[in-house]
């Protein structure tokens, strides 16, 4: 049993179990799926998908409730669809579960092992098979597909932890043991295969594997920001818990310093160590800021106009880095403070002279609510999101390690969102409170296993560290090994 199985049995305090957790109750939306699954919108956001992963002109066209003909817009042929699964269109559906030996039918298993299958008790054998005019396929890729990256499963979820996510333990994914597998991409990968079967010579379009490390800057200073009562906490925890004797000296006088720029002597500024490390190794570093304040526990204790924030993210930008949003505590159900944290982060840079053909962000403790943070993202017109990995485990948690368009699976209809999947977090594979691998060996082989399946189907590897996690040599040592993996 890997540290991915072995997570389900841990107890923590994060820890779900299985109940509404009270703390967290919303008026949620209710889905009604009634013809979701055969409506214009989530067709025509399946063929952009098909489209951004295959580079080909295909068509999907329904025949009644349990077919659905894939065509080309150039050649003639199809490929059937013929045992579609609504249940990929309801909100807290139980599905099954089963595996498919891809390379038993004469097909290549991107990662070489049996593919799971999702919505399935059983597949037939042949799994694909020829018909007049096509190929058929005897397993909903499509709805699972889109039961995967629109995340219907977590509507109105009644499984929540302490802090309201909505965790892996949960998801179909964690309680059947593949949610160390990007089960799309892999499908995907397969579907392609058939797609050159039934269209000979047509060249499917080739995806490189990149690498994305981002950080979440929740605390960019030990010191620099904090009142008379939380410095003298952190100095007393430095020299008792972490046999700092220096932090009684460093920690006032950095205090004082923090005036115009952060003090190199922090413990917790490692923003120059970073960026240096991601251009060792011709990568772009994405950093994320706080710019509210809707939990005074939980969030930051620096502003974003403070001038030592503007000066590093004056730094950041002028070494070619991102820089991002990082919404507050409760901004994952209020659209209306997100939007004005993104406004409030707009008006910052542009002060500052930072422009970005792109804006992005990352819920803060990875809290997200579907579909309500998606359209709090909507309302801010930022272009992007990543925060759609568990804090539990890393892992694929839309399956898919590919940045994609958003769906907003109440509405049933897309937006004008991109969702760039987190794969793995620092402290959930590092923390006693998750995995708890340390940063040893065992650590390393976690994120490097996740890393070879990225790589495997040409993704992306999303990585988050928080720049406060790389106060001691291992920390670091494992940082550069990841990346330089």
Known sequence: MNEMTALYDRNSPERPNASLNPSCVTDNLTVVASGVSSSEPVLAWLEQILQERFGLPLKLERDGPERLYLRHAEAPGHVLFDRLQPGFYLAGGELPHCQWDATAEGFRAPLDLPLPAPGAASLPQPLVEPMAGGLTIHYDILGMTYWMLSRQEEVDAQV????????????????????????VDEWLAVLGQVIQRQWPGIQLRQHVFEQRPTHDVDRPSRYGFARDIKLARAMLG???????????????????????????????????????????????????????????????????????????MRRMHA?????????????????????????????????????????????????????????????????????????????????????????????????????????????????????GLGTGEEAFECFSRLKARCRAIGGVFTLLWHNSELTTTAQRELYERVLAD
Not at 160 to 183: I, Q
Not at 246 to 257: D, I, T
């Open 160 to 183: 929540l932890d302490r802090h309201c996510r909505f965790p892996a333990s949960a998801s179909h994914a964690g309680r059947h043991g593949y949610l160390d597998r990007p089960v």
């Open 238 to 312: 430095d020299v008792l818990l972490h046999r700092r004797p220096q932090a009684l000296l460093v920690g006032p006088w950095v205090r004082l310093s923090t005036r115009r720029r952060l003090h190199s002597l922090d413990p917790l500024n490692t923003f120059d160590w970073l960026m240096d490390v991601s251009e060792r190794h011709g990568l772009t570093s994405a950093f994320y800021f706080i710019c509210g304040r809707t939990d005074p526990r939980k969030d930051a204790d620096y502003e974003p106009e403070h001038p030592a924030m503007r000066d590093l």
């Open 319 to 435: 070494r070619g880095h991102e820089i991002g949003l990082h919404p507050s505590y409760h901004t994952f159900r209020n659209p209306k403070e997100l939007a004005n944290e993104a406004v409030r982060l707009h008006r910052v840079c542009a002060e500052e002279g930072i422009e970005q053909a792109q804006w992005g962000g990352r819920m803060h403790y990875l809290r997200w609510q579907m579909p309500l943070t998606l359209q709090g993202y909507v309302q801010a017109g930022l272009d992007y999101d990543t925060t759609l990995g568990y804090a539990e485990s890393p892992g694929f948690r839309c399956g898919t390690c590919f940045d994609y368009p958003a769906f907003d699976p109440v509405k049933g209809e897309p937006l004008a969102l991109r969702i760039r999947p987190l794969i793995a977090m620092e402290a959930s594979v590092i923390s006693p409170l998750y995995l």
